[in-house]
């Protein structure tokens, strides 16, 4: 098992590094429902998210507790290394992670997101990195709950289907409870996950990056996606409740015709064994 990677020392908030005047590759990717940081972090000490850690010069490298993290600088062969390094830090990985790509020009006049979309900073401190590693890990696990949201949905499609054709439920009950059952599991580790709309932790002891946050907050639409992603969320839990309360009903109608003909098998019999019966003998 591979060590993961060692802790960074933390650059001052005036500090800048070589790669300042240059653009940098920025990747999020979600590894995973959680990443334990534990010992990532400057001194070995477990941070509020993220947590910055390191591969070598010039990477740097962001880690958050529930499953992301966002790398800086690095080639593809040093990615993966990373990712490996982390690999046994991740509880229940995903097959296929959703991730985030951006490029970065350090250097700029102001803070901020051109025309093109390419971030812009004044320096590459850790502050200013860790703001846009928030964005873009966000954003990253956005796509990842679309993307569970939308297969939910599709699989609840039959069943809404035959009640919008024939209206009635034409799936048997197994395979609707399976539907259900992955409704109900994208919900939770939705709610379980990021909230889109919260402001990182880095804002309260650098508030100057506020402005700089709402630019990227705005590029990225993480409030309008989030917001979104509620309102399906919503709509899944209501889709849900409604197949439940048919479930039971159809159960209820199965069991009042079961007594039913077991009244009709009984008044049969009794009118064989009293009036039928009789006149034959």
């Not at 040093?78 to 959703?98: C, F, K, M």
């Not at 109608?253 to 009118?271: D, K, N, P, S």
């Amino acid at each position: 098992m591979q060590e993961a990677p060692r802790a960074a020392e933390t650059p001052g908030s005036d500090q800048t590094n070589s790669v300042s005047g240059s653009l940098l590759r920025a990747r999020a990717v979600i590894l995973g429902e959680r990443l334990d940081h534990r010992g990532l972090g400057p001194g070995g000490s477990a941070l509020a998210d993220p947590v910055p850690i390191s591969a070598l010069p010039p990477i740097r490298a962001f880690a958050f507790r529930w499953g992301a993290v966002v790398i800086f600088g690095a080639n593809p062969a040093d990615e993966a290394a990373l990712l490996e390094g982390l690999g046994p830090r991740v509880t229940n990985p995903t097959h296929n992670p959703a991730e985030e790509t951006a490029l970065i020009y350090v250097g700029a006049a102001r803070d901020g997101v051109d025309a093109e979309g390419v971030i812009q900073l004044s320096d590459s401190a850790t502050e200013r990195l860790a703001v846009v590693a928030d964005a873009l890990a966000k954003s990253a696990a956005l796509a990842q709950q679309e993307a569970r949201i939308a297969e939910a949905l599709d699989r609840m499609e039959p069943a809404v289907a035959g009640l919008r054709v024939a209206g009635r439920l034409r799936v048997s009950s197994r395979a609707l409870h399976r539907q259900i059952g992955h409704a109900l599991s994208a919900r939770s580790r939705n709610l379980a996950r990021v909230e889109a709309a919260d402001k990182p932790e880095v804002l309260w002891d650098h508030p100057a990056l506020e402005r700089l946050h709402a630019r990227l907050e705005d590029e990225y639409e993480l409030r309008e996606r989030g917001g979104t992603l509620e309102r399906k969320l919503a709509l899944i839990d209501d889709t849900v409740q409604t197949l439940l309360s048919l479930i039971q009903a159809r159960r209820a109608f199965g069991l009042e015709a079961a007594v039913v003909a077991l009244v009709g098998i009984e008044v049969a019999f009794t009118l064989y064994e009293h009036v039928i019966r009789p006149l034959w003998h």
